[in-house]
């Protein structure tokens, strides 16, 4: 046996094993390949705008009990990637700092208890922050295979949209088939992604967007209806078809009592995010009459046990259509990790149509 060397990479490792091309570190927490003991990455310097994203050289992070450690090749851009950067979106205490809510690449380490993932794994993951760097660590519960065939800048794209909309469209609106389905901001990440997992299990998608072109792509994605929320009132035209069974919401504001307008008998009214403010004045008596649900939900503060529950849903019930091609996430633009101030301006202009993502690898 040959004699355990200190480990310089992970203080308090030590290495075992005797291989001409690579050594590995094992002991009763941790099994990984070496790697640098720091990486570059890109930090919130402070509070403000797209420009206040830098890069750092930052230590490589070790995976606890439960975690694994991902190289990362690409990072998903979200808006809650911006919130955080603008300081209204704190990671939980014991997350990273760093922004970046998902990510795709390949397994480094894996740390005790982790039995389904190995060195080399091809994952995407949702994060608990920390995926604008060239690694990062999460909940290994939380990762899922890359789809056969998928690129990992695609894979990259996938977890935060995709678990954002299982969790709200689905298990909290109760979305079903033949149910009229309004999604609004069709174009944006989470809209593709609505589109696409709303057609594929049978209900009826409307959506709005900004522009003729956007309401196009949201056509060929299977929504039925598209309108440009700046010429057309979508209230009236979703009465027109009855009313809406679910609506999916980020934008808030004075969309809530339309939104309310808009829907359907027993309707259920779906909040995500405010990005016109979180307070409306609603008539709450016709909701009454209409027997409404308003409902909503952040994902990022939810329990490791809830998100490893949406990730076992969408593995069984979306991922093989996912591995097939009958959906898939729809891309926008890739930057390099260092022009993440660049990938922010380009999703705050709302100009872009479906997932930004950063090159990492």
């Given at each position: 046996?040959?004699?355990?060397?200190?480990?310089?990479?992970?203080?308090?490792?030590r290495?075992?094993?005797?291989?001409?091309?690579?050594?590995?570190i094992?002991?009763g927490?941790l099994?990984?390949?070496?790697?640098?003991s720091?990486?570059?990455?890109?930090?919130?310097?402070?509070?403000?705008?797209?420009?206040v994203?830098?890069?750092?050289?930052?230590?490589v992070?070790?995976?606890?009990?439960?975690?694994?450690?991902?190289?990362?090749?690409?990072?998903?851009?979200?808006?809650?990637?911006a919130?955080?950067?603008?300081?209204?979106?704190?990671?939980?205490?014991d997350a990273?700092?760093?922004?970046g809510?998902e990510?795709?690449?390949?397994v480094?380490?894996?740390?005790?208890?982790?039995?389904?993932?190995?060195?080399?794994?091809?994952?995407?993951?949702?994060?608990p922050?920390g995926?604008?760097?060239?690694?990062?660590t999460t909940?290994?519960?939380?990762?899922l295979?890359?789809?056969?065939?998928?690129?990992?800048?695609?894979?990259?794209?996938?977890?935060e949209?995709?678990?954002?909309?299982?969790?709200n469209?689905?298990?909290?609106?109760g979305?079903?088939?033949?149910?009229r389905?309004?999604?609004?901001?069709?174009?944006?990440?989470?809209?593709?992604?609505?589109?696409?997992l709303?057609?594929?299990r049978?209900?009826?998608?409307?959506?709005?967007?900004g522009?003729?072109?956007?309401?196009?792509?949201?056509?060929a994605?299977?929504?039925?209806?598209?309108?440009?929320?700046?010429?057309?009132?979508?209230?009236?035209?979703?009465q027109a078809q009855?009313?809406?069974?679910?609506?999916?919401?980020?934008?808030?504001?004075?969309?809530?009592?339309?939104?309310?307008?808009?829907?359907?008998?027993?309707?259920?009214?779906?909040?995500i995010a405010?990005?016109?403010?979180?307070?409306?004045e609603?008539?709450?008596?016709?909701?009454?009459m209409?027997?409404?649900?308003?409902?909503?939900?952040?994902?990022?503060?939810?329990?490791?046990?809830?998100k490893?529950?949406?990730?076992?849903?969408?593995?069984t019930?979306?991922?093989?259509?996912?591995?097939?091609?009958?959906?898939a996430?729809?891309?926008?633009?890739?930057?390099?990790?260092?022009?993440a101030?660049?990938?922010?301006?380009?999703?705050?202009?709302?100009?872009?149509?479906?997932?930004?993502?950063?090159?990492?690898?």
């Amino acid at each position: 046996m040959p004699t355990p060397r200190q480990n310089s990479v992970f203080p308090g490792l030590r290495w075992t094993g005797n291989l001409r091309h690579k050594e590995t570190i094992q002991t009763g927490d941790l099994i990984a390949m070496t790697r640098p003991s720091t990486m570059t990455a890109v930090e919130i310097s402070t509070h403000g705008g797209p420009e206040v994203l830098k890069p750092v050289s930052v230590p490589v992070p070790i995976p606890k009990a439960g975690e694994i450690l991902i190289k990362v090749d690409y990072a998903g851009v979200n808006r809650p990637d911006a919130l955080q950067r603008a300081g209204l979106y704190n990671p939980p205490p014991d997350a990273s700092p760093l922004p970046g809510l998902e990510a795709a690449g390949t397994v480094a380490a894996v740390g005790a208890g982790v039995s389904r993932w190995a060195e080399g794994d091809a994952v995407t993951a949702l994060l608990p922050g920390g995926g604008y760097a060239e690694y990062v660590t999460t909940f290994a519960d939380h990762a899922l295979p890359v789809p056969d065939g998928m690129p990992m800048d695609r894979a990259a794209a996938l977890c935060e949209t995709f678990f954002t909309v299982w969790s709200n469209v689905f298990r909290r609106g109760g979305l079903r088939a033949g149910e009229r389905f309004l999604v609004h901001g069709g174009s944006s990440g989470i809209g593709t992604t609505a589109i696409q997992l709303a057609a594929l299990r049978g209900a009826r998608v409307f959506t709005t967007a900004g522009s003729e072109d956007k309401c196009t792509a949201c056509l060929a994605l299977g929504a039925e209806a598209a309108w440009n929320y700046r010429e057309v009132d979508f209230v009236d035209l979703m009465q027109a078809q009855g009313g809406a069974d679910v609506i999916l919401d980020m934008v808030g504001g004075d969309y809530i009592p339309r939104n309310l307008k808009a829907l359907a008998e027993d309707g259920r009214l779906v909040q995500i995010a405010f990005l016109q403010g979180p307070k409306a004045e609603v008539n709450f008596a016709p909701l009454m009459m209409k027997r409404q649900t308003i409902t909503g939900s952040t994902l990022r503060p939810q329990s490791v046990a809830a998100k490893a529950a949406i990730a076992r849903d969408l593995e069984t019930e979306i991922w093989p259509h996912l591995a097939s091609g009958r959906i898939a996430p729809v891309m926008d633009s890739e930057f390099a990790l260092a022009d993440a101030a660049k990938a922010h301006t380009r999703m705050e202009s709302s100009t872009h149509i479906g997932k930004i993502v950063l090159k990492v690898a």
